[in-house]
Nanobody
Framework: QVQLVESGGGTVQPGDSLRLSCAASGLSLSGSFMGWFRQAPGKEREFVATINWISGTTYYADSVKGRGTISRDKAKNTLSLQMNSLKPEDTAVYYC????????????????WGQGTQVTVSS
């Protein structure tokens, strides 16, 4: 059974940092591309970042470039997203996802999804 379990969300103030984690099990990570997406109320789910599990190559959405860092721990099968200088517009449910092909920015390319973790940025 494939499981992607996110953690690390919470309520923070603008300018704060947060580190999200995703524990992956039940799927072959070798050859996979892991990603983070987010969905704000009333908006479509949008791409945040992705990483090639083997090579470590990363891509970011313009909205988080320079503030976000995606990484993986191969030994622990864990994906992370470090977000710095958080803004109110970063408020959303953040999802971890896995794919094996397709465009990295399309939700439909991802076969597996976690349940999401809420991030709220508010003063």
């Amino acid at each position: 059974q494939v499981q992607l379990v996110e953690s690390g969300g919470g309520t923070v103030q603008p300018g704060d940092s947060l580190r999200l984690s995703c524990a992956a099990s039940g799927l072959s990570l070798s050859g996979s591309f892991m990603g983070w997406f987010r969905q704000a109320p009333g908006k479509e789910r949008e791409f945040v970042a992705t990483i090639n599990w083997i090579s470590g190559t990363t891509y970011y959405a313009d909205s988080v470039k320079g503030r976000g860092t995606i990484s993986r721990d191969k030994a622990k099968n864990t994906l992370s997203l470090q977000m710095n200088s958080l803004k109110p517009e970063d408020t959303a449910v953040y999802y971890c996802a896995a794919r094996y092909s397709g465009n990295f920015y399309h939700t439909r390319s991802y076969q597996y999804w976690g349940q999401g973790t809420q991030v709220t940025v508010s003063s």
